[in-house]
């Protein structure tokens, strides 16, 4: 079990809400929202995706209110580091070295194993079109051996709260990641089945209301998908929550598109 979670008052005292666990348990679990993605210090890891869904998780925290996250994991040097480096980079806004040394600030014995930074740097390269760093040279490594350099450090603070079009970003995600998931438990055939059942058990020939048919479809997807408990542990950023959003705003569309006789 990991040492920092188990110290109850510290993550109180630094207010954590969320955490991204790397590797071992979390202390007192029932206490955050968890983002589970456990995976080997090894430089032939493939973190591309993880980093991905990490980022999102992150994102999805900074828009509520009062939230903070964790990333850990045994040591806190290469995997935890590696998705907080490529949590920042995926902004934009900084280069692969200025997020190193920024981060190095602020926790001096990062080591990155030299193959998650080697996909670090084709991250850089297909957001910035540069690498930072030179990968024959293994440059970050100089950096790790020597104390942080404050005029090196950027300002990190644009990553805090959310702008309107982070919102609007995180939003698009989150509605392209459920209609994934509605594609594949709410296709053309049980969606049918469910209208033909609904005009059935109301005694109609044609849809008028969709509010009570959209709680019969969260129902039913509650029931067959244990309200999406497997699907939102690979997707953290997506909650049950935001699936009945998402059939409230869409049932009717959903409806339509699938080409049902109304």
């Known amino acids: 079990m990991n040492r ?100 190095q600030f602020k926790r001096p014995e990062i080591r990155p194993n030299n193959g998650f930074m080697n996909q670090l740097l084709d991250l850089e390269l297909k957001i910035r079109g540069v690498e930072s760093f030179s990968r024959v040279k293994k440059e970050w490594q100089s950096i790790v051996k020597s104390p942080p350099n404050r005029s090196k450090i950027s300002d990190l603070s644009a990553l805090r709260g959310s702008s309107p079009k982070r919102v609007k970003q995180l939003s698009a995600k989150i509605t392209a990641t459920i209609t994934e998931f509605t594609s594949i438990y709410l296709n053309e055939e049980t969606l049918k089945l469910l209208y033909q059942q609904h005009l059935a058990s109301t005694h109609q020939t044609q849809l008028y209301e969709y509010t009570f048919f959209c709680k019969e479809v969260q129902q039913y997807l509650s029931t067959t998908t ?37």
């Open 226 to 262: 244990n309200k999406a408990q497997e699907f939102t542990k690979v997707n953290h950023f997506v909650d049950w929550s935001d699936i009945v959003k998402y059939l409230e705003d869409s049932i009717e569309s959903l409806v339509k598109y699938n080409c049902i006789d109304q």
């Open 4 to 103: 920092d979670t188990k110290d109850l008052q510290r993550m109180e005292k630094l207010g954590i809400t969320h955490i991204v666990s790397c590797a071992g348990s979390v202390a007192s679990p029932e206490r955050y929202k968890i983002a589970v993605e456990h995976f080997e210090d090894e430089e032939d890891v493939d973190i591309t995706e993880k980093i991905d869904k990490v980022f999102w998780f992150i994102e999805k925290a900074s828009s509520q209110r009062d939230s903070r996250v964790l990333v850990h994991c045994l040591a806190g040097k290469s995997r935890s580091v590696s998705l907080v480096l490529g949590f920042i980079l995926k902004h934009g806004f900084l280069s692969l070295e200025q997020t190193f040394y920024s981060v």
